[in-house]
């Protein structure tokens, strides 16, 4: 029978490199968004500029939005699951992926439909 004044079993915890290697590798996933989205940017900027026009507020801030929301994406998964198990960490930054990947394709969807609006 143990006693209440006992101290709590101590969880195990991941190996640093197990830890580095799983963000490691899904953080090239979460660059690849952000360097879609500065080259979108790039590209969209380009290309108004060509065509005497210029990138409107609303342009920017969809552009600038879709190149932070991977990194805080990023960031979030990795806060919640660097310390739960190797598995849990594995699905946190998963869905942290996916939930960026769905963003992405809401981003796509909507300049490729209204690009007249991102132009001033």
Request: aromatic share 16%; hydrophobic share 60%.
């Amino acid at each position: 029978m143990t006693d209440a004044t006992e101290a709590p079993l101590e969880r195990r915890r991941n190996p640093t490199w197990v830890v580095a290697t799983i963000a490691g590798a899904f953080g090239l996933f979460y660059a690849y968004a952000v360097w879609n989205a500065v080259g979108n940017l790039v590209q969209s900027v380009q290309y108004a500029g060509e065509n005497g026009f210029a990138l409107s507020a609303l342009g920017w801030f969809i552009w600038l939005f879709a190149t932070a929301v991977p990194i805080i994406a990023f960031a979030a998964a990795f806060a919640v699951g660097y310390r739960r198990p190797v598995h849990h960490f594995l699905l946190v930054m998963l869905t942290g992926l996916a939930l960026t990947a769905v963003f992405w394709l809401n981003v796509v969807a909507y300049t490729e439909l209204n690009f007249a609006s991102l132009l001033a």
